[in-house]
């Protein structure tokens, strides 16, 4: 039996397996990858370098995990498309005060507009309702965040959203059983009616690695890296799964389905494999996932057969990323700008 987990609360290759996995981001006429620019580390280099290396690579969107401004300052005029997060520290006052999500969006949306292709905001990142203090701030901070862009004529162009963490589902064998955790419920239903209501997308994470290390005993390698032969796992509804990254994300559609937004498209605001700090996280392994995901989310998933928008984590490795020893080691470039897999660069 092959089952889905969800995520627990982060030498060389060839030259020509890289460069085919950097092609492939800009792969023609769909929407669909992205690349998250974290900022934790000491040796990074600078946000105009780092957009100059987008531009190269022809990596058309970003996650940006605050509104850093020497960054939004350097995105101006690259015609890269841009997921904003909403930094903790400002849940609280967002929260509470419409005028402080007004000021928000002026210092940092307004500002930059149009020179700056906005396209989400995102409150919140892996909140975890169970354990986090503040999970009762995200959905009035999306609401003031909300109203404030509907007031600068921005409703249209720039959705509010938040980044959920997989572990907020249970029951995810086979994918369609997939439902929110019944303790939770107070805290993304709200969400979902929200997001439904205003036609945004919910943004998920989605770490076939943290599902496959958690249960190596259940979970094949192969099934995790896009390898499979055949369908491991095969649904009552009639799909079939070559993959676990399709059965995460069609968890997620089943449980938005029961919580009534069946009609909520999905976002995969985060995704990758790291290649040190783990016996499963190898250089081999983390161009297997990558350069397969990249393929296959232009194909979408046996429940919605459509182009994925998808953000691969992430762009650098960050030295400084709390966590285990694997959370360092997700980029694709090293911080001084060589690619990782050899020979790019």
């Not at 003031?144 to 404030?148: C, E, M, R, S, V």
């Not at 009609?263 to 190898?282: D, K, L």
């Given at each position: ?21 950097l ?16 900022l ?20 058309g969107?970003?996650?940006?995990y ?29 929260a ?6 007004s000021?928000?969006?002026q210092d ?8 700056v292709r ?6 919140g990142?892996e ?14 901070a999306?609401r ?5 862009l509907a007031?600068?004529?921005?409703q249209?162009?720039?959705k509010v ?71 491991p ?7 079939r ?70 953000y ?34």
């Open positions: 039996m092959v089952m889905a987990f969800c995520r627990k609360p982060a030498f060389a290759y060839s030259f020509l397996l890289l460069g085919v996995l092609a492939m981001l800009q792969f023609s006429g769909v929407e669909a990858i992205g690349v998250c620019y974290g934790n580390g000491d040796n990074l280099p600078s946000r105009r370098d780092v957009v100059s290396l987008y531009k190269a690579r022809n990596i969107a970003m996650r940006l605050a509104p850093d401004r020497e960054a939004l300052q350097a995105l101006r005029g690259s015609n890269i498309e841009l997921i904003v997060d909403v930094p903790g520290e400002s849940l609280q006052s967002i509470s005060d419409a005028g402080a999500a000021r928000w969006v940092n949306i307004r500002n930059y507009y149009p020179d906005f396209k989400y905001v995102a409150v990142n909140v975890n309702p169970g354990a986090a203090p503040f999970a009762r701030l995200i959905l009035p999306m003031n965040i909300h109203n404030a007031s600068a004529g921005f249209d162009q720039i959203s938040t980044a959920v963490w997989s572990a907020l589902l249970t029951d995810t064998y086979p994918p369609s059983n997939g439902k929110f955790n019944d303790n939770f419920r107070w805290y993304i239903d709200p969400i979902i009616s929200f997001l439904a209501s205003n036609g945004s997308p919910l943004l998920a994470n989605i770490y076939p690695y943290f599902s496959y290390t958690g249960n190596t005993r259940d979970i094949p390698l192969d099934y995790a890296l896009f390898r499979s032969s055949g369908t796992v095969h649904d009552p509804n009639g799909l799964y070559q993959n676990l990254f399709d059965a995460l994300v069609d968890s997620m559609h089943a449980a938005l389905s029961k919580a009534g937004g069946a009609n909520v498209p999905i976002v995969i605001s985060e995704t990758g494999w790291p290649s040190s700090g783990h016996p499963a996280a190898t250089p081999d392994n983390a161009a297997t996932y990558l350069r397969n995901l990249v393929n296959h989310v232009q194909k979408g998933t046996p429940r919605k057969p459509q182009p994925l928008e998808t691969i984590f992430a762009m650098f490795d960050e030295n400084l990323k709390p966590g285990e020893a694997t959370e360092r080691h997700f980029g694709l470039f090293y911080p001084h700008v060589e690619a990782k897999y050899d020979g790019i660069v």
